[in-house]
């Protein structure tokens, strides 16, 4: 029986509306059709062979596990993965991809001989509703379909295929340069049958799309492969026909190992698709941030009162959290949840990553919106009567509310910007009031979130905690670098909240035996708070120890490139939905900070 790989052993490749997995020993174990967020037809990521999967690779004997490919990459600056396996017999190729979408969604799988003749096997075990349905299969002329309630996918292969266990089977043998294309195509069942595949024709159009896509990089640093990868996974985790970013496209890998920190990603968080669109902008993306500025336009419409730190891909407002019991969790981690219960969470930063985002579209020159210039300021009001009111905070406790400074300091993002904002002429408004607003909460931060006898902010008011958002102030600009407040802040998140290895966790989730976040068990170290931390400290001039964390930061990619949302650091592996829009864009930006600080070795 097989079971789920790691999570570094996994590959993402998608069309910009729904993605899939690929373990290193060629399965798909994770593939939601036809979108992000539509239920999975492969879900042995989450359970068991029982739950979904489609193996490609030689054949091995029975009852033993699939060995890993000998060597895996993605062809150049694309997302078209290679897997080759040097077996006794000879070597092969395994080329995935899914094609930018016209149509339906595929997923194409092209197997290539390389040298001798490898005998090649093929296990194609769909199960809808995240594994818990079984569908029909049946031929229809040369192709196979599978059938259940609205979706049905058809199989397209020139091979000769079997129904066996309830799973459909192929058994070939490729020499020197023969190529055997397996194609899967998603239909409402209602519809006719889709097209005929043309798989060659497909990859080629592919590599093309995304050669073209990463030609409009505008980095050119010593990071850039890194740099143009994440951004490849960006671009990947956008949904084309909305401008909607998730943060990942998988649900309830955990955060910790056999515990119950397991939530659903494939959802447009305010927070992060906001910081996407700055890295994008900063790289030359405009496209991209123009189509994110029009969904959040959408999303939010006319009841900014109302703002959701989440929406649905298309700015859906209900993604109400529910429990799939039938699935034992990956690495027995449950439960295993699909919405989020988050949705509906008041966090004041959303407020300040939304108008900064906004700001830095307006000074990037991304074409005036005035409906975006109205919104900001409805936004701001609704900041003015609530700023001070506690929240559940960046990091979405599910405990009590509390006054955490990182919103605070986000509230002051917020006004600040909007202050640049009206000054610029852009737009009216109160000037003088909001002028007035920035002091008052700037004041309210520094006197009630700040600890003066250990020199650092804290996690909240009257707290002794601290938090690894604080390392956002001086990127913020709420204080300066070198202002001793802030360096002192560094100084202590270093010496409190660093692992052995110098990552970074976000905050202590116990204390005296109580949890703080409402939470049982514990969490990793959150890359994105660690790549924060090499950005202040090339900010406060510590720019060799920053590219030492940075190295080692990027150094925890799995060989494709790709992070998770964390490092487990007692288990020296990834944890946490994959991959992580939140780990690669603030590589993007310590990669940019870096570059700038001069500070690569020749």
Known sequence: ???????????????????????????????????????????GLLGTDEHGFWRLAPAYRNGTEPPAATRRRYR????????????????????????PRDGAPQLVRIVEGVSGRVPMYSALRMRFAYGQVTPWVHKVGDRTVAVAGPDSVWLDTEVDTYGKDLTTYSEFTVGPGDRVAF????????????SLPE???????????????????????????????????????TYAPTGGIVAAPTTSLPEDIG?????????????????????????????EARAWREW?????????????????????????????????????SRPVRIGNGAAHQLQLDVYGEVTEALHLGHMTGLARNDYASILQLKLIRYLEKHWTEPDEGIWEVRGPRRHFVHSKVMAWVAVDRTVKLIESG?????????????????????????????NTFTQSYGSRELDASLLLIPQMGFL?????????????????????????????????????????????AFLACSFWLADDLAMIGRVEEARRLFEKLLALRNDLGLLAEEWDPRRRRQVGNFPQAFSHVPLIDTALRLTAAGAFRA
Request: aromatic share 10%; hydrophobic share 35%; proline share 6%.
């Open 426 to 454: 852009e737009v009216d408004g109160p000037l003088e009031r909001l002028t007035d607003l920035r002091e008052e909460i700037h004041r309210d931060v520094c006197e009630k979130g700040f600890d003066k006898e250990r």
């Open 199 to 237: 798989p060659e024709v497909a990859l080629i159009n592919t590599e093309a799309f995304w050669r073209e896509w990463v030609r409009q990089c505008t980095y050119t640093g010593p990071y850039r492969e890194a740099v143009v990868r994440s951004l490849i996974t960006l671009k990947a985790l």
């Open 76 to 99: 150049g600056d694309s997302l078209v993965l290679e897997s080759e396996w040097d077996t006794w017999r000879g070597t092969v190729r395994v080329i995935d991809f899914m094609p």
């Open 1 to 43: 029986m097989h079971v789920a790989g790691r999570i570094e052993d996994y590959a993402l490749i998608g069309d910009m509306q729904t993605a899939a997995l690929v373990c290193n020993n060629g399965t798909v174990d994770w593939l939601c059709l036809p979108r992000f967020d539509s239920p999975a037809i492969f879900a």
């Open 296 to 332: 959040l336009l959408r999303a939010v419409a006319g009841d900014p009162e109302n703002l959701q730190i989440m929406y649905g891909i298309a700015g859906e407002r209900e993604l109400g959290e529910n429990e799939l019991h039938w699935l034992p969790g990956y690495e027995n």
């Open 183 to 194: 194609t899967i195509s998603w239909e409402p069942s209602h519809k006719p049958q889709p």
């Open 480 to 524: 300066p670098p070198d202002d001793k407040r802030v360096i002192g802040t560094i100084e202590a998140i270093q010496r409190e909240l660093s692992t052995p290895d110098g990552f970074v966790l976000r905050y202590p989730t116990s204390s005296g035996g109580e949890n703080l976040d409402g939470l049982p068990g514990d969490e990793g």
């Open 259 to 287: 515990g119950v920190r397991n939530w659903d990603y494939r959802f447009t968080w305010l927070r992060d698709a906001a910081i996407t669109l700055s890295s994008l902008l900063r790289t030359g993306y405009r496209d």
